[in-house]
Nanobody
Framework: QVQLQESGPGLVKPSQTLSLTCTVS??????????WSWIRQPPGKGLEWMGA???????YYSPSLKSRTSISRDTSKNQFTLQLNSVTPQDTAVYYC????????????WGQGTQVSVSS
């Protein structure tokens, strides 16, 4: 059973960098064809895909966030990390990490989500 757990600060000040880590257990982030994503949900809004890192280390970003987003990984720790620069209150959301099965292109495992608020 694959499990994902988000971690990071719950409060970030405007203009700073939001940094979250997803720790994966029960599976490897280098397993062929799996993609590891960051998805967020602002209050009262739908889910927004932010980006992903693939099993080979390739990264993919939402065009609307690409200029501010970086996703990286530490294979020795089986973790992947989100950095979102220059945050504003509009970046307040619940942030999820999730696995997409490359063979089905469906999200089959999710973290529980972590609330991040952007406020001074």
């Amino acid at each position: 059973q694959v499990q994902l757990q988000e971690s990071g600060p719950g409060l970030v000040k405007p203009s700073q960098t939001l940094s979250l880590t997803c720790t994966v257990s029960g599976g490897s982030i280098t397993t062929n064809y799996d993609y590891w994503s960051w998805i967020r949900q602002p209050p009262g809004k739908g889910l927004e895909w932010m980006g992903a890192i693939g099993y080979s280390g390739s990264t993919y970003y939402s065009p609307s966030l690409k200029s501010r987003t970086s996703i990286s990984r530490d294979t020795s720790k089986n973790q992947f990390t989100l950095q979102l620069n220059s945050v504003t209150p509009q970046d307040t959301a619940v942030y999820y990490c999730a696995r997409a099965d490359g063979s089905t292109l469906s999200y089959d495992y999710w973290g529980q989500g972590t609330q991040v608020s952007v406020s001074s």
